[in-house]
């Protein structure tokens, strides 16, 4: 089964029901497979065809859902970024893709994909704003195409749905392809680990849509399942409680960073809303404090699960069994459909209750997009090699331990330092700069750069930040930055960073929300 049978299997199961629900506004089952159709022939209409890409910016909306079913419905391939992106953060990931059109939010003349546009190809754009003082298509003009006699385009289970990069924007970008079949399988899977079904209310708070968990596990998992979604844009606790009341909310999946500031927002001003109506809350995207889990049944008397996989798998891998028992700091069993296994440095297989590099084998990606080399080096004899370590049981319950990869997360979003290493460099004063994740309580790590200027050469912190928030998304952006005089090196001459984290020792204190 491909995406646009699921779509219109769910159309036909559930009819005139919600599908999603953001604000005052709602759309059917039987109205979303129009409208998508609709928008799919407009895309048709302008000369987009199977395996063109179109690039997706935008927050979580309705909007979203239709343009990325209408994308998929011509064959095309939906090119999922994130619409907070700078252009020096976009331009890699649009020069690696080379969409001929994209769906956007353009507020100005001074949006970033409507500066780079022409320099990546871009044949056009679709405004989801109402502005008209920008050469864009409005959204209500383009989806206003009839879809009559319209037909989505034959597709085989092999063929991409999307390309989503790997811990977002990077300089060297990796863009996982989502086959159809694959997408579709991960997407029964998921549902099927939280007994999702099709009365249930599914909650969509701080959960990209264009991120593998808000995609998969929440909103194509709720269409398949005929579960309606309720979309809540921004990060306010009190918003979410009340949402979650209102709408007799029963799923609601988040990060580490998220269940955090509920269980804060809880014990300052105590239990304002009722939260009766949940039957599942879990968690995903960084490792999960054990307090956390105690804190929420204390709390809420909710059972808080925990589960577990990465962009390259399309969705998630393990999960915390919801009929059965928690084991403290697991993320559970691999769910029916996948495998897990724990190497060593020679890939051999270790045995249950030793540390080691999680590999898996499942309906994952087909690959990195144009990147062959990339993709060997990760799937080897149809295993991923995932970079992340931990161990498993005797009952193959998984424990998740850390990253062998250079990279940091922070409030579930991925980060590869030498991004942001790559970004600092560029300043006229620095010389070199080694950026590590600094451990924070509430959003498990934050940015911390120890940079070296140049000689003679003088440079605040806050000049440094405000260069690094016109090139990156904000959570990119160093929290603490220290200046040195140079870098700790190993005696190999290359800079350590077991060292570098030792220099944010003391500074970080973790008690604001963001």
């Known amino acids: 089964m491909n995406l646009v049978e699921m779509l219109s299997e769910a159309a036909a199961n559930y009819d005139e029901r919600p599908a999603v629900v953001h604000g005052e506004r709602d759309v059917s089952f039987n109205r979303l497979d129009e409208m998508s159709s609709s928008f799919g022939a407009a895309l048709c209409g302008r000369g987009i065809k199977k395996g063109d890409r179109v690039a997706l910016l935008l927050g979580n909306s309705i909007d979203f859902v239709i343009a990325y079913f209408g994308i998929v419905k011509t064959g095309a391939i939906a090119v999922l970024l994130d619409p907070k992106y700078k252009s020096e953060e976009l331009m890699p990931l649009l020069e690696d893709s080379r969409p001929r059109a994209a769906v956007c939010e353009i507020e100005s003349l001074e949006s970033p994909i409507y500066q780079i546009k022409e320099r990546c190809g871009i044949e056009f754009l679709v405004n989801v704003a109402n502005h008209t003082q920008v050469h864009a298509i409005s959204f209500s003009d383009f989806i206003s195409v009839s879809n009559e006699g319209y037909e989505p385009v034959p597709l085989d289970d092999g063929d991409p749905a999307h390309i989503s990069y790997t811990s977002g924007p990077s300089f060297s970008p990796k863009g996982v392809v989502a086959p159809h079949g694959n997408l579709v399988a991960e997407i029964r899977i998921s549902a099927a680990s939280f007994a999702q079904g099709s009365g249930d209310t599914v909650i969509q708070f701080a959960l990209p849509m264009h991120h593998v968990i808000g995609l998969t596990v929440v909103m194509l998992a709720s269409i398949h399942c005929g579960s309606r979604l309720v979309i809540l844009n921004g990060v306010s606790i009190d918003n979410l409680l009340s949402a979650i009341e209102r709408h007799n909310i029963t799923m609601f999946m988040g990060v580490p960073f998220i269940h955090s500031m509920v269980l804060r927002r809880i014990k300052t ?10 039957r599942v809350c879990a968690s995903a995207g960084d490792i ?46 691999a769910l029916p459909g996948w495998k897990i296994l724990i190497a060593g440095p ?11 590099e999680v590999v898996i084998s499942g309906p994952m990606m087909s690959g990195y997009y144009k990147n062959p080399e990339a993709t060997a080096e990760i799937i080897r004899d149809g295993w991923l090699h995932t970079g992340d370590r931990g161990l498993l049981d005797e009952d193959g319950y998984l424990y998740m331990l850390g990253l062998q990869k250079d990279m940091l997360i922070c409030k579930g979003q991925n980060i590869f330092p030498s991004d942001v290493e790559h970004v600092l460099c560029e300043h006229g004063s620095v010389a070199e700069a080694a950026v590590v994740g600094v451990p924070d309580k509430m959003r498990g790590e934050v940015v911390g750069a120890a940079l070296v200027l140049k000689k003679g050469v003088h440079c605040s912190e806050a000049a440094l930040v405000k260069f690094c928030l016109e090139r990156l998304a904000n959570y990119k952006v160093p929290k603490y930055i220290v200046f040195q005089e140079s870098l700790p090196r190993s005696i190999g001459g290359c800079v350590d960073k077991a060292l570098v984290r030792n220099l944010f020792m003391g500074l970080n204190r973790g008690d604001k929300e963001e």
């Open 288 to 333: 999960l404090p054990v307090e956390i889990v105690q804190n929420y049944f204390r709390l809420l008397n909710i059972r808080l699960i925990n589960f577990y996989g990465l962009t390259e798998t399309l969705g998630h891998v393990t999960c915390e069994p919801i009929n059965r028992p928690s084991r403290s700091g697991s993320v559970g069993p």
């Open 269 to 278: 001003e105590g239990m304002r809303h009722s939260l009766g109506s949940l």
């Open 346 to 356: 020679d890939s051999a297989k270790i045995p249950p209750g030793q540390p080691g």
